[in-house]
């Protein structure tokens, strides 16, 4: 299974934009670039996919790079309801929906 | 908004004990799956259910860990006997079920935080 690479913790303030990275460099064709979101004392949540293309949503936006080796979730402006922590995931488009969990980033926002 | 349910939320019981969780999936959801997430780690996929059929459980315990999902509804997850080690949140998590290879996103329930003494 492809892995990927998050840093542990990121901090921003409130209303700012915060981008959140993430290295995929032995991502294959097949992997899709999904990303979940966990707040405190919750399950986690969807936040956005991607394959190849740039992909907005109402939650975030997903850059993806051309070689397809990174991502960066991009939250256009913060608020303290997104402190939580962010996880980069790989799924095999070939073994359905199954998803591997890494340890992700925690996100701290200050007012 | 349809939510994934899990009972109970919380659980303290003795090693060597039998422990059981109850889920039930957003209706309709075909795929089912249990994970346990230990303090400070990602969710690690247990089982995994199609319907009533366990698809995947390469990485559940199976000395002590058994699921089933019967009327392809809601599932029981059992532990016996518990050890020390299985403490962490368990969480259930429902998705819609493969549909001609478009993604269709897990919902998760609130979990069960489990602590063995």
């Known amino acids: 299974d492809a892995k990927t690479t998050q840093p542990n913790s990121m901090e921003s303030n409130e209303e700012e934009p915060v981008h959140l990275p993430c290295n995929h460099s032995t991502i294959s064709g097949t992997d899709y670039i999904h990303w979940y979101r966990q707040l405190p004392s919750q399950g986690p949540e969807y936040v956005i996919h991607?394959?190849?293309s740039n992909v907005n949503n109402r939650m975030a936006s997903l850059a993806i790079a051309e070689d397809r080796k990174s991502s960066t979730l991009i939250l256009h402006r913060a608020t303290l309801r997104d402190a939580a922590v962010y996880y980069c995931?790989?799924?095999?488009?070939?073994?359905?929906?199954?998803?591997?969990f890494g340890t992700g980033t925690r996100l701290q926002v200050f007012p | 908004e349809a939510e994934v349910a899990q009972s109970p939320r919380y659980k303290i019981t003795e090693k060597s004990q039998a422990v059981a969780f109850w889920c039930d999936p957003i209706?309709?959801?075909?795929?089912l799956y249990w994970y346990r997430q230990i303090l400070g780690q990602g969710p690690e996929l247990l089982v995994q259910?199609?319907?009533?059929?366990?698809?995947?459980d390469s990485q559940l315990p199976k000395d002590r860990f058994s699921a089933e999902r019967l009327k392809g509804v809601d599932s029981t997850l059992k532990i016996q006997p518990a050890e020390l080690g299985d403490s962490a949140m368990y969480l259930c998590?429902?998705?819609?079920?493969?549909?001609?290879?478009?993604?269709?996103?897990?919902?998760f329930g609130p979990g069960t935080r489990l602590t063995v003494l």
């Open positions: 209706s309709g959801h075909a795929t």
């Open positions: 998590a429902s998705s819609l079920g493969a549909s001609g290879g478009a993604y269709n996103e897990q919902f």
């Open positions: 995931i790989l799924r095999d488009v070939r073994n359905t929906d199954k998803l591997i």
């Open positions: 259910f199609q319907d009533e059929s366990v698809v995947d």
């Open positions: 991607g394959l190849t």
